[in-house]
Every structure is written in structure tokens, then in C-alpha cells.
């Protein structure tokens, strides 16, 4: 009574001190070891390594050995990366992957560069992968026929509200999913990897002869193996993805650089012996030539139940698809955070405390991207930006050790490293617009450019219009949304 009396009635029992911090409107650390494995193993396992990994071979003129090499040396390039967003990841865990490093390291202007490239080219990219979802899925029910566009479309769409839905409501049940679909498509590239050992140990002379001779063909140009280096990276992209997710990571001192040393030598291991195995049961000139690499070695293989592989390719889509508007609606809420979005997209449901409104925003651009399927080829033609962007990350950590020499980093990598990655990154922006130049190239560097157009205004200058915050109200009531740190009570009521 006498506390309450002078106004210290503050409760000092730990209990009480929990319950406070659950109340608090804040992302809640709900991503622990395992599912951070599962979401970067899914994020870079998708299609390709099903369907078509006959980019790496061909670049390489059939050479096995300098194909395999390959494939070891984009892996390693991709820990080194990954090593360095380790590092960016922990000191201090905040969401928003390349934006939040770039915009701390770098400044306002690189990181606003990078989220309004990111809110064109992300949610695209999620939309052909929920197309080529909706094509394996719907396939087997026509034949040899083709399955309507227009279901193939109403499909996608589905799932990617579905899944948009699911992420906006529960983290737990958002990794949960993550993690059983993840289990799923390994089990079927362990089945792969597995019967191709078998075979081998089994002694085919013909497929013996592939890998004691393996550097006997025609040795590739120094321009036709940095293609197949290029392909090589493309497969193993998404090993970026932990970062966005740093915030709700469970002792993220610990897990982030434990799951990245766990997930992205496992994706090394099991891509070198899927390829191992492809060669064992086909010719290079096989493989190069086959439409679904997998599906192929399925008919050679295990004939009587070769419908699991494209059943595995759908799953191995699904499971890359929910991991990537996970992340995307991270990116999002973080540039919201920072004032690079509307407020709204920053707020939390007050029931769930996840990100709603900025899943609802990423689900929704991905959706237009549906409907005119030709825009997402044009998002080809920013592949160098995704580059870039991780060219400036790396480059911010070099910046963020000298700036903050005294910063506590539970996790340092050599120092050397990034450096290595930053001349590796813009040497693969620069190598593709020198060696074949195209318009699209252009078009793709004048849109980065239009974001001053934006930010200029609205982002430098502050230029506010009074009625877009009676908008954000009405949506605040109406998603039952609040702003984080602050109480569940919206100053709307």
C-alpha cells in the first residue's frame, strides 16, 4: 500500500517481468535451430535441381570434372557469403536481411535502392514459382496435354494466399510447414543421391568410365566457365535467407552462424552427389538434352513409381515458395520500420504479433504478377541487382568493422572474406552486361534509378499528406493491427 502511496508500485517479480515482455507489440523469438536449417535448406533447394540441372554441364562442353568442380566452388562461394550475413546477423539481430546491414553500413539512399528494386522483383520471382507450382501440380491429371492457363493461374493464386495467410497468422505454424516440407523434398533427393551410390558401387563400366576419365573432354573457355559459374550460384541461391528472419531467431548469438555452418554445407553435400548420381544413370549428353533431369533418371531407375518426382518437384516448389514470402514479408515490415514504406506495413496483429499487414502487402503485388505472365521474364534482367545488392551488404560489413571497431560481434569471419565477395559480386554484375549487352539491361538500371523519383520527396524531404493517416487508421481497426513496441490498444480508439 505504502508503494502504491508514492507511486512505486513496480512489481520486481520475475514473473511479472515476462508477462510484461510477451505484452510488448514486438516480433517474438519464435525460430529456434532446426527451423532455421529448414528455412535456408528450403529457400535454396526449389525446382532446379529436379528439373534442369543441365546449365552447369553444358557451359562446362559436357567436361564431368570441371562440372562437378564447379558445382563445389559455387557451393563454397555461397558459405563464404553466407559467412559474412552470419556475421551482419548478430550484431545486432534486426530484420531485413541486405536492407537493414545496407542501410546501417551504407546509408538511406542504397538501402531505399534496394527495397524498391526488391518490391518488384521478389514478389515476381514468387510468382513463378507458385506458376511452375500450379504446372506440376495440375499436369498430371491432363497428360501429355497442356493444363488450362487459366487454371493453372487461379491455382497460383491460391496457393500464394494461402500461404500468405498462413505466414501472417502464426511464425510457428509458418516454420512448422517449412520444416515438413523441407524434410520431404530431402527424403527425395536422398533417394536420388542414394540409388546413383548404389548403382555406382554396383561397377557399370560405362558409368565408372565417366568419372575416371572425368577431365578427359574438351576443356571449357575461361568465359564459358564463368557461365556455368553462373549457373552454379543460381541454384544455390536463398542462402541469404536467415537474415531476414534475424529478429526472431532464438539465441541468434548462437543459431545464426551454427545454422548457416549446418544448412549450406548439407545443400553442398547432397547437390554434388545428386549430380554423382544423374551422371551415373545418364550420359552428359543426356542430361543436357532432357527436359526434367530427375523425371528422366526416375523412368531408368524406379519405373514402377517414377510419379514421385514430379510429385517431389511440386513439394521442393511449395516448400521454396512459403520460405520466400516468409522472408519477403520480413523485408517489407523492416523497410516500414525505417520509414521507406507506408506506417502501416510495420504494424503487428495485436493477436498474433506477426507482420500481417505486410504479408498482405507482398502477397498482393505477387498476385498482380500473376495475371500478365510476361512481366516475370522481364525480371530476369535484374538478376545483377540481386548481386549488387550483396556486393554493398558485404562491402557494409568491411565499413561497419572500421566505423564500429568496438561493437560486440559474437561472430566474426575473416576479414578477407568479404572482400573476396565484394569483388566476386560486382565482377558477376558487370560480366554479363559486357558480354551480351542488352536493351533490357538498361531498362533494369533506369528503374533502380526512378527511386529517386520517391525517395526525394517522400523519404528526404518528408512530404506527408494528412489524409493517407485517416486511411491508416480505418486499416488499423480493421486488421487489428498496432504499432510494435507500443500497446495493443491502437491510439486509433
Same mark, same amino acid.
Given at each position: ?42 529457400? *535454396?533447394?526449389?525446382?532446379? *535441381? ?314 498482393? *503485388? ?104 485517416? *486511411? ?22
Amino acid at each position: 500500500k505504502k508503494q502504491k502511496k508514492m507511486g512505486k508500485g513496480k512489481s520486481n517479480d520475475p514473473r511479472d517481468v515476462k508477462r510484461k515482455e510477451n505484452a510488448k507489440m514486438q516480433l517474438k523469438r519464435n525460430i529456434g535451430y532446426f527451423d532455421g536449417v529448414s528455412f535456408i535448406i528450403g529457400s *535454396i533447394v526449389g525446382a532446379g *535441381i529436379f528439373v534442369s540441372p543441365t546449365g552447369v554441364l553444358k557451359h562446362s562442353l559436357l567436361n564431368v570434372g570441371i562440372a562437378l568442380t564447379i558445382w563445389t566452388a559455387s557451393g563454397l562461394v555461397s558459405l563464404m557469403g553466407a559467412l559474412c550475413y552470419a556475421e551482419l546477423g548478430t550484431a545486432p539481430a534486426f530484420s531485413g536481411g541486405e536492407y537493414s546491414h545496407i542501410k546501417r553500413g551504407l546509408g538511406s539512399l542504397p538501402a531505399f535502392v534496394f527495397i524498391w528494386t526488391s518490391t518488384f522483383t521478389k514478389p515476381a520471382s514468387n510468382a513463378a514459382r507458385a506458376l511452375l507450382f500450379a504446372e506440376y501440380a495440375t499436369q498430371p491429371f491432363y497428360g501429355v496435354c497442356p493444363a488450362p492457363e487459366v487454371l493453372k493461374k487461379c491455382l497460383a493464386l491460391a496457393v500464394l494466399w494461402s500461404l500468405g495467410i498462413l505466414n501472417g497468422r502464426s511464425v510457428k505454424m509458418a516454420a512448422w510447414v517449412q520444416t515438413v516440407f523441407t524434410l520431404l523434398k530431402m527424403m527425395a533427393l536422398s533417394v536420388i543421391a542414394v540409388g546413383g551410390i548404389v548403382l555406382l558401387v554396383g561397377g557399370r563400366k560405362e558409368s565408372l568410365a565417366r568419372f575416371e576419365d572425368a577431365f578427359s573432354s574438351e576443356i571449357p573457355s575461361a568465359s564459358q566457365v564463368a557461365e556455368a559459374f553462373f549457373q552454379g550460384l543460381y541454384a544455390y541461391g536463398g542462402w541469404w535467407s536467415l537474415n531476414y528472419m534475424a529478429e526472431e531467431m532464438k539465441n541468434p548469438s548462437r543459431n545464426i552462424p551454427l545454422t548457416v555452418m549446418t544448412a549450406v554445407p548439407a545443400v553442398i553435400v547432397f547437390y554434388l552427389l545428386v549430380n554423382v548420381s544423374y551422371l551415373t544413370v545418364l550420359t552428359p549428353k543426356e542430361i543436357v538434352s532432357s527436359v526434367a533431369v530427375a523425371v528422366t533418371w526416375a523412368d531408368r531407375v524406379i519405373p514402377s513409381v517414377a510419379w514421385i518426382i514430379p510429385l517431389s518437384v511440386a513439394v521442393s516448389i511449395f516448400g521454396a515458395l512459403n520460405s520466400s514470402m516468409f522472408t519477403l514479408g520480413r523485408l517489407s515490415y523492416a523497410g516500414s520500420q525505417s520509414g521507406h514504406l507506408p506506417v502501416l506495413i510495420s504494424m503487428l496483429n495485436v493477436h498474433s504479433c506477426t507482420p500481417a499487414p505486410a504479408m498482405i502487402f507482398s502477397t498482393t *503485388i505477387a498476385s498482380i504478377f500473376i495475371i500478365p505472365s510476361d512481366l516475370i521474364m522481364l525480371t530476369n534482367y535484374f538478376g545483377f541487382s540481386a548481386w549488387l545488392m550483396i556486393g554493398l551488404t558485404c562491402a557494409s560489413l568491411i565499413v561497419l568493422r572500421y566505423r564500429e571497431p568496438h561493437l560486440h560481434r559474437p561472430y566474426k569471419v575473416f576479414l578477407p572474406v568479404p572482400f573476396v565477395m565484394v569483388a566476386m559480386s560486382f565482377f558477376l554484375v558487370l560480366a554479363p552486361i559486357v558480354w551480351s549487352p542488352n536493351l533490357q539491361y538498361v531498362y533494369a538500371f533506369l528503374f533502380m534509378l526512378g527511386s529517386l523519383i520517391v525517395y526525394l520527396p517522400f523519404i528526404h524531404f518528408k512530404l506527408h499528406f494528412a489524409f493517407l493517416d485517416k *486511411i491508416t487508421c480505418h486499416l488499423q481497426l480493421l486488421l487489428e493491427v498496432s504499432p510494435a513496441d507500443e500497446s495493443a490498444e491502437s491510439k486509433c480508439e
